[in-house]
């Protein structure tokens, strides 16, 4: 088959945003729970009356188009593709282009990882599946997103070696590693069993002179689940927005969190302006969501945060943050905890329903708990809301509490 067919092959067997949604529903999301408790763009898919999708931006680049069967690839789930798919990205011009990657299960070697390069879109069709190579390494990437601009990354799913990786060592084996690169879009994709994060977004260190930060990533539309350390984690980075998307069932070494926000300490370095909106963050290990040191203008709505292992929500010194409607329920310790010099954050029109559950000796996913007589200040909403003594302008107003 000719380069032009196989790409008109792919383009027909692409996965419209609306189809992935309707499999993200299935994967993500029990039947049981209400629509109200769904991103919109889920909710939207199930028949409800929920606000569109964001829509993400498109990055720029050039229109040559490439497919990764052209350049050797097999797609059998045997042979290693790794070379293939790295032909096919450095066979763009240098305006870039777009690489395509039909449905098939293409077998990568993370230790070797394929980098992407500046202006280009990777687009996997759907049922195709980037399954990473079984190895022993503490750190291995999938895709490497390595100090490059303007790259959109959609489609497809990628599996991580956590069910058969080699050794016992390490937490870095991510699905997708963004470091020190600016406007990027990560799209409608599936990331599971990674032994690291699924996703993973930082800085770029340099000998001899500062750290490049990540700025301008948006994340929209993705599911991230069942990875051992991390659903996503945000490091050293500014201006990073996440929408519409589900990180879920982390499990196997701490943090353990749903979305851990922790600049690396090594270089004091700062993550600012986080958006994060109308996601599901349920059922991880650790904590839902985690904004830890040096993380300055945060905004967290529309999102529902529940059956977390931890806190709900927990700060540890930021600085400026906007917590607002949200539902954040049913999470093992305090909904939403504020800690160590915690600085300018308000608290407003969230739905806080059944935390704390360890005060009552319930750590299933099923029955509700009456949870009177609660713990605590806040009117009596200590299971929901906490702030250490240290914090300082913490502005709580209204909030709907379940009793």
């Avoid at 498109?58 to 070379?83: F, I, K």
Wanted: charged share 20%; hydrophobic share 35%.
């Amino acid at each position: 088959m000719k380069e032009k067919e196989l790409v008109l092959a792919v383009r027909e067997a692409g996965s419209p945003r609306r189809d992935f949604l309707r499999k993200s529903l299935l994967i993500a999301v029990p039947g049981a729970l209400a629509f109200a408790g769904l991103p919109r763009a889920v909710a939207a898919v199930a028949g409800s009356s929920a606000a569109a999708a964001y829509v993400p931006p498109t990055r720029s680049r050039g229109s040559a188009e490439v497919s990764v069967l052209n350049h050797g690839a097999y797609g059998d789930g045997v042979h290693d593709d790794t070379t293939a798919f790295q032909s096919a990205i450095d066979a763009l011009p240098s305006t870039g282009g777009t690489v395509h990657v039909p449905a098939g299960t293409y077998v990568i070697d993370p230790v070797r990882k394929v980098y992407l390069r500046s202006r280009m879109h990777l687009h996997l069709a759907s049922g195709a599946k980037l399954l990473a190579r079984r190895n022993d390494a503490d750190r291995a990437y999938v895709l490497m997103v390595y100090k490059v601009s303007d790259v959109e990354i959609s489609g497809g799913q990628i599996v991580g070696d956590r069910d058969n990786h080699l050794g016992t060592t390490g937490e870095w084996g991510h699905g997708i590693m963004v470091r020190g690169s600016k406007r990027v879009t990560v799209r409608d994709i599936h990331l599971s069993k990674c032994w690291g994060d699924g996703i993973s977004i930082g800085g770029a260190m340099v000998t001899n002179a500062p750290t490049i930060p990540s700025s301008d990533v948006v994340v929209a539309n993705i599911v991230s689940t069942n990875n051992r350390r991390q659903a996503m984690s945000i490091g050293r980075s500014n201006n990073v927005k996440v929408y519409d998307s589900e990180f879920s069932s982390t499990n196997g070494i701490d943090p353990g969190c749903g979305i851990d926000i922790e600049p690396d300490a090594d270089d004091q370095g700062t993550a600012s302006t986080i958006h994060i909106e109308n996601c599901i963050v349920r059922n991880n290990q650790g904590n839902g969501i985690q904004i830890y040191k040096r993380v300055s203008g945060l905004t967290l709505k529309y999102c529902t945060i529940e059956y977390n292992g931890g806190h709900g929500v927990l700060t540890i010194a930021p600085v400026s943050g906007y917590v607002a409607q949200n539902k954040i329920q049913r999470n093992y310790l305090v909904g939403m905890m504020m800690r160590s010099a915690t600085k300018s954050y308000q608290i407003s029109g969230n739905t806080f329903r059944n935390n704390h559950t360890r005060l009552h000796g319930f750590t299933g996913t099923n029955p509700l708990v009456a949870m009177t007589g609660l713990i605590g200040g806040n009117n009596g909403n200590g299971a929901h809301i906490q702030a250490t003594s240290d914090s300082v302008d913490v502005r709580v107003t209204t909030n709907y509490y379940a009793k």
